[in-house]
Structure formats: structure tokens, C-alpha cells
């Protein structure tokens, strides 16, 4: 059997493109990494590829966002992706680019949604007086952050929290549970429709969390 192809579109650093990348070495991810996508051609995240594996384009370099999108669109259909992920990519995807890959293309969002939708998630965590916290993938809809919730890893907040310590804390957590529902998706059990996500053809009403052992439990 061909394994899955994993496109990764990624704006900065990178560290979870970087924890995909370790699962499909260890052998724990049965996937191929197909590209990296990027509108920042000096993104640290396009050095963890091998240059053959590299896009990139500056949106300003583009008449307009459809013609950007439009060229990132082609590439990714080009790259055979079955599966498109959002990992730190900090742009707003257009409704014309969704539509083209619905159903598989997932995002990976700090903190527990549909709380704290946007940027500055931690802060915002620690303001409401939040007791816990967490890291989310979703399917990616037009709507910022608003699809459908597959999976969440929590932790709880403590006094002691400040929003660079939860930043840490909950990447931590992104680096185990965008793995995991990776592993789902290349093994054929993850859908998406009329807004709800599928395991096994079952609706999710409730998003599967990740256990110690780094296992999506219902
Ligand atoms: C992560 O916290 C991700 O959830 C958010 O942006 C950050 C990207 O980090 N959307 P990295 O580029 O994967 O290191």
C-alpha cells in the first residue's frame, strides 16, 4: 500500500511540521511528506525540508489574495496531498481554497475550542480565569478556527501561569497530538460532513481527547 501525503503549510518556525516529521521517521506516522507551503520565504520552517520539498511565495508579490491563493491552490494539488495541514500557517485561507481541498485540510489551533478563537490564545486563557487550557485540530472552514473539533490535548492552568509558560506547555502538547490525529486521517478513519467530524463513519459531537499514552480516546 502507497502511504498518505502530508502537505504542511507553516508561516514561521516550524516545531510541528518538525513533530510530524520525527513520527513519519519513527515509523509511528505510516505517511510521506509531500511539501511545505509557505508565504514567508525566510521561514525557518521550510529549512527542516529538503529544498525539492520547499514552496514558497510572498502574497504582496500577487495582484490580489485570489491570485495568491489561486497559485498555492495549483501547488498543493500538484504536490498529490491527501491531506493538507495548517501548522502555524498565520494567514486567513480564502472560502475559494477551502472549497478545493474540503474535507481535508485540518488546523491545529491553541487552545480548548470553541474557546479563544484567533491570536494571543494564552493570554486570553489566563484573562477569562480560565482552569484549563489546551491545543485543538479541527477541519479548516472559511470561518477563522470555527470547523469542526477532532481532537484536544488539556492541561490545567496553575497559579503560577503566565502566557509564555502556557505557549510552552501547550506546544508540548500540539507536538503529540497532531501526530495522533495524523494517524487517524492516514488510516482512512477521518471524515468530515455537513459540519461534523467522523471517526470510523461515526459523527463526533464531542472531540476525541489525547490520553498519556498519546491515544485518542473518545
Ligand atoms: C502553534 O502554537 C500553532 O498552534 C499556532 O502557531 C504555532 C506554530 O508553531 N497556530 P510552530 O511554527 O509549529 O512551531
Redesign the pocket.
Known amino acids: 500500500m502507497t502511504s498518505s501525503r502530508i502537505a504542511v503549510l507553516?508561516?514561521?518556525?516550524?516545531?510541528?511540521?518538525?513533530?510530524l516529521l520525527d513520527a513519519i521517521a519513527a515509523g509511528t506516522l505510516q505517511a510521506q511528506l509531500v511539501g511545505v507551503f509557505c508565504d514567508r520565504p525566510g521561514a525557518p520552517?521550510l529549512l527542516r525540508v529538503p529544498s525539492a520539498l520547499r514552496w514558497s511565495a510572498r502574497p504582496v508579490d500577487f495582484p490580489d489574495r485570489d491570485g495568491y491563493e489561486q497559485a498555492l491552490g495549483d501547488a498543493l494539488a500538484a504536490s498529490g496531498a491527501d491531506w493538507i495541514v495548517?501548522?502555524?500557517?498565520?494567514r486567513i485561507l480564502g472560502a475559494a481554497l477551502v472549497a478545493r481541498f474540503s474535507g481535508r485540510m485540518l488546523?491545529?489551533?491553541?487552545s480548548l475550542l470553541p474557546r479563544h478563537r484567533g491570536l494571543h490564545t494564552h493570554a486570553a486563557a489566563l484573562a477569562s480565569g480560565d482552569a484549563e487550557h489546551g491545543?485543538s485540530v479541527h477541519f479548516i472552514i472559511p470561518e477563522l478556527d470555527a470547523g469542526a473539533v477532532i481532537a484536544q490535548a488539556r492541561l490545567a492552568i496553575s497559579p503560577q501561569d503566565t502566557a509564555d509558560s502556557l505557549?510552552a506547555r501547550?506546544?508540548a502538547l500540539?507536538h503529540r497530538l497532531l501526530p495522533a490525529v495524523l494517524r487517524l486521517a492516514v488510516a482512512g478513519r477521518l471524515a468530515e460532513r455537513g459540519g461534523t467530524a467522523l471517526v470510523d463513519g461515526q459523527p463526533m459531537f464531542t472531540p476525541l481527547t489525547l490520553d498519556s499514552h498519546d491515544r485518542l480516546m473518545p
Open positions: 507553516a508561516s514561521g518556525r516550524g516545531s510541528n511540521l518538525q513533530a520552517a495548517c501548522a502555524g500557517y498565520m488546523n491545529i489551533h491553541p491545543a505557549a501547550v506546544l500540539e
